[in-house]
Structures are given as structure tokens and as C-alpha cells.
T-cell receptor
Framework: DAGVIQSPRHEVTEMGQEVTLRCKPI?????LFWYRQTMMRGLELLIY????????DSGMPEDRFSAKMPNASFSTLKIQPSEPRDSAVYFC??????????FGPGTRLLVL | DQQVKQNSPSLSVQEGRISILNCDYT??????FLWYKKYPAEGPTFLIS?????DKNEDGRFTVFLNKSAKHLSLHIVPSQPGDSAVYFC????????????FGKGTKLSVKP
């Protein structure tokens, strides 16, 4: 039974470039979450969707960040333009009925 | 304003002994609590949860205790094994904000053989 799938696992890019992170949630789950983990701030929620609709994006740091969920099996988190301070591990998680969340392996992003 | 606090950044325990990880919260609206385990270069893995209507939940070697009056929960691992060495996060949510899990900063557990 496949868990949450994220791609790429690692991304190295230069400042100013566009970065797109991808997530496939667990089949049948109706909630999808994007998190960012840094040493300073720990694990912080960026945005979450319910039935493909964004519910709370108050954690999205700036307009440079955007997220979409075009269907129940796919979501993207885009950073444009990227900056060095965006370097972090980005996790996607999914759940059924919004309680217990199951995380993907994460995307380690390094912006030079 | 940290609503979920794990005050011990690290804990070292001998194999076979009990590991006790602690977590405090400030929001009395929280009604569902979870523990996650995280290995390096992997995502957090769900371990065990507890609803506020209970004060204890057990799953094998793992037991979570909830003290609502003290706004405190703890995770007990008995007996501890070297494979339990990981970072443990506690998280909380309330029914009015389904999906909005608030995480603590984590406690790194090291179980020595």
C-alpha cells in the first residue's frame, strides 16, 4: 500500500529560479497538507486542502509561494522566485477526516 | 507563542529501560494529541494518538498518558530498543480546526545498547 509520494527528493537550485515540489497523497484521503521544516522554526504548516479546496493558507510565508491541488491525487507547491532562505525540507502529508496525518519522505531544497 | 512545547531537546536511555518523553500544551481547546517518530532523511511517522476523552492509550511498547488538568502528555516506551532512537514530535489539534496540527519542536531520543 503506497504511502504519500513526493518528488523530487532533493532539489538544488539558484536564487531566482522557480521551484516546483510535487505530492501524491494516499488514495482515499480527503485532506492534504504542506509543511516546511527548518532548524529555527521546526515543523510549520504552510497550507492545507480539503477535497482539493484550499482551506487555510495563512502559513504560506509570502506571495512567492503558491500551492495547487488540481485533483484528489496530485498537489504542487511552487516557489517563484526562490531565495536562499527558502532552503528547508518540505513535507507533504495526507489524512482522512483531518485527524491523523501521514507524511511523505520530504523534499530537501537548497537554494544557492 | 508556542502552543505545544517539548522542553527536553534530547534524552538518552539504556536499552531495556523505560523512555519517557514529555509534552506540554497551552490551548485548552486541543482535544486530539499525537506522537510522531522521525528518522533522519525520512518523513515523520505516526506512532500513537489519544483523544481528550481518554487519559491513556496503549499500543504494544508505546503508551501515551494525558493529564488534561496539567495540560501535559507523555509517551512511555517500554522496553526501549536501539531502533527507537529517533526524534519524537508531539502534536495537537482541536475539532474546530481539523487539519491544523500544531507540532512541538521534538525530542531526540538515543537508546544505547
Amino acid at each position: 500500500d503506497a504511502g504519500v509520494i513526493q518528488s523530487p527528493r532533493h532539489e538544488v537550485t539558484e536564487m531566482g529560479q522557480e521551484v516546483t515540489l510535487r505530492c501524491k497523497p494516499i488514495s482515499g484521503h480527503d485532506y492534504l497538507f504542506w509543511y516546511r521544516q527548518t532548524m529555527m522554526r521546526g515543523l510549520e504548516l504552510l497550507i492545507y486542502f480539503n477535497n482539493n479546496v484550499p482551506i487555510d493558507d495563512s502559513g504560506m510565508p509570502e506571495d512567492r509561494f503558491s500551492a495547487k491541488m488540481p485533483n484528489a491525487s496530485f498537489s504542487t507547491l511552487k516557489i517563484q522566485p526562490s531565495e536562499p532562505r527558502d532552503s528547508a525540507v518540505y513535507f507533504c502529508a495526507s489524512s482522512w477526516a483531518g485527524r491523523t496525518q501521514y507524511f511523505g519522505p520530504g523534499t530537501r531544497l537548497l537554494v544557492l | 507563542d508556542q502552543q505545544v512545547k517539548q522542553n527536553s531537546p534530547s534524552l538518552s536511555v539504556q536499552e531495556g529501560r523505560i523512555s519517557i518523553l514529555n509534552c506540554d500544551y497551552t490551548n485548552s481547546m486541543f482535544d486530539y494529541f499525537l506522537w510522531y517518530k522521525k528518522y533522519p532523511a525520512e518523513g515523520p511517522t505516526f506512532l500513537i494518538s489519544i483523544s481528550s476523552i481518554k487519559d491513556k492509550n496503549e499500543d504494544g511498547r508505546f503508551t501515551v498518558f494525558l493529564n488534561k488538568s496539567a495540560k501535559h502528555l507523555s509517551l512511555h516506551i517500554v522496553p526501549s530498543q536501539p531502533g527507537d532512537s529517533a526524534v519524537y514530535f508531539c502534536a495537537a489539534s482541536h475539532g474546530g480546526s481539523q487539519g491544523n496540527l500544531i507540532f512541538g519542536k521534538g525530542t531526540k531520543l538515543s537508546v544505547k545498547p
